[in-house]
Nanobody, 122 residues
Framework: QVQLVESGGGLVQAGGSLRLSCAAS????????MGWYRQTPGNQRELVAT???????NYAGAVKERFTISRDNAGNTVYLQMSSLTPEDTAVYYC????????????????WGQGTQVTVSS
């Protein structure tokens, strides 16, 4: 089994910054892409950013230039540095990891964190 534990959410004023962390543990041989998604009530979960093991990144247009995704491959951890936050960034943020559990498993499985609330006040 694989667990993803997130931390770093909270309440911040508009224009402020927050840093989210997500650590993966358990049966892990390797991790391909890691990412962050967010969801607001009544809406589908949407992509925020992803990062490959080599460090290639992909961002949603709404967060480009304001958010930075990074990862520590040795620690199986992904981060999301968020700056210039606006009330529209308020959501539950989920991390994801595409995990290869064992050396004999040729495919990956996507795991999700439990979600962390980010609230931006105006």
């Amino acid at each position: 089994q694989v667990q993803l534990v997130e931390s770093g959410g909270g309440l911040v004023q508009a224009g402020g910054s927050l840093r989210l962390s997500c650590a993966a543990s358990g049966s892990i041989f390797g991790i391909n892409d890691m990412g962050w998604y967010r969801q607001t009530p009544g809406n589908q979960r949407e992509l925020v950013a992803t990062i490959s093991p080599e460090g290639s990144t992909n961002y949603a247009g709404a967060v480009k230039e304001r958010f930075t995704i990074s990862r520590d491959n040795a620690g199986n951890t992904v981060y999301l540095q968020m700056s210039s936050l606006t009330p529209e960034d308020t959501a539950v943020y989920y991390c994801s990891a595409d995990v290869r559990p064992t050396i004999s498993t040729l495919r990956t499985f996507r795991y999700w964190g439990q979600g962390t609330q980010v609230t931006v006040s105006s």
